[in-house]
C-alpha cells in the first residue's frame, strides 16, 4: 500500500443535531443521529488524518483515535469548532445545526395556558460561513441537506458561504440522508461535480474523503 492520503492531515468536523433550550426540559432539535459525520470522522482516521470531531448530542461510540468534543447548541459548538480550528488542514461541517433558536430561554418549565403559544426564534451563527471566513482558513467543506433543487441550493451554499466544496443529499428520498444507514452524496466544487453512487455511509465518507485529498494535494 502507498502512503496514506490525508497522512499528516489535521481534519475538525462536525456531526449530528444541534439542541435549542426552550426552558430546563425542552428543545427544538431535528432528526440527524452523527451516523455521516461519525463514519467520516472513521474513515478519515483510516486515510491517516488526526481527527477532531465535535458532537452534538447522538448515542454513537466515538470512532477508535479520534478526539471527541461534546456540545450541544449551535452557540457551544461555535465556540468548540473555533476553540479547535488553529491549525487544521480540513474542516468539514456535517452538523445539522438548528438556524434558529428560542430568542429566551424559561428558567422554569413552561406551563400549560392557553390554547395556542407563540415562541419567538432568532437566527443562529452560521458555523460553517464563520469558518469560511477565517484568515488563514482550512480547506473547507459543507453538507446541503435538500428536498427539491437540489443542485442550484448546493451550488448557492457554495458561493454564499465561500466554501471548497460541498456534499449535497436529497433527504427527501428513503434510506439515504438523516438517519439512515445509507446516503447518496453528490459533491460540487467551482469547476466540477462527481456523484457518488448509493451506498452505505462508510463508503460514501471514504469516497468523499478521496476527493478532497485529491483536492489538496492539487493545492
Ligand atoms: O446525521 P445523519 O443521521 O447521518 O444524517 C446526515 C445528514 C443528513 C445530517 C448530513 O448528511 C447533512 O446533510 N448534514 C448537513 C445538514 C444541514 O444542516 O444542512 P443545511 O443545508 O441546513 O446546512 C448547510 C451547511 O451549513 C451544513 O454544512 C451545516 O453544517 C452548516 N450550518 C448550517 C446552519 C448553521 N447555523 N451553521 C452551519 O454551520
Not at 91 to 114: M, W
Not at 137 to 145: D, E, H, Y
Not at 159 to 188: C, E, M, W
Request: hydrophobic share 45%; net charge negative.
Amino acid at each position: 500500500a502507498g502512503p496514506k492520503p490525508l497522512a499528516g492531515k489535521k481534519l475538525l468536523l462536525t456531526a449530528g443535531p444541534t439542541r435549542e433550550a426552550l426552558d430546563p426540559v425542552r428543545f427544538m432539535s431535528n432528526h440527524s443521529s452523527g451516523k455521516m459525520g461519525f463514519a467520516l470522522a472513521e474513515q478519515a482516521v483510516a486515510l491517516g488524518a488526526e481527527v477532531t470531531l465535535v458532537s452534538g448530542p447522538v448515542s454513537l461510540a466515538t470512532p477508535a483515535g479520534v478526539t471527541r468534543i461534546d456540545v450541544e447548541s449551535a452557540e457551544q459548538m461555535l465556540e468548540a469548532v473555533l476553540a479547535a480550528l488553529p491549525g487544521q488542514d480540513i474542516f468539514i461541517g456535517c452538523a445539522a445545526v438548528a438556524d434558529y433558536r428560542p430568542l429566551a430561554v424559561a428558567d422554569n418549565k413552561i406551563k400549560k395556558s392557553n390554547e395556542r403559544m407563540v415562541v419567538e426564534l432568532v437566527r443562529n451563527p452560521d458555523i460553517l460561513a464563520t469558518v469560511a471566513q477565517q484568515q488563514p482558513r482550512p480547506f473547507t467543506v459543507g453538507f446541503a441537506a435538500e428536498t427539491d433543487n437540489v443542485e442550484q441550493y448546493a451550488r448557492d451554499k457554495l458561493a454564499r458561504k465561500g466554501l471548497d466544496l460541498i456534499a449535497a443529499n436529497d433527504v427527501s428520498k428513503p434510506d439515504q440522508g438523516f438517519n439512515a444507514n445509507h446516503n447518496a452524496l453528490t459533491l460540487y466544487w467551482a469547476d466540477g461535480h462527481k456523484s457518488l453512487g448509493h451506498s452505505d455511509k462508510g463508503q460514501q465518507a471514504r469516497l468523499m474523503l478521496d476527493t478532497i485529498a485529491d483536492h489538496l494535494a492539487c493545492q
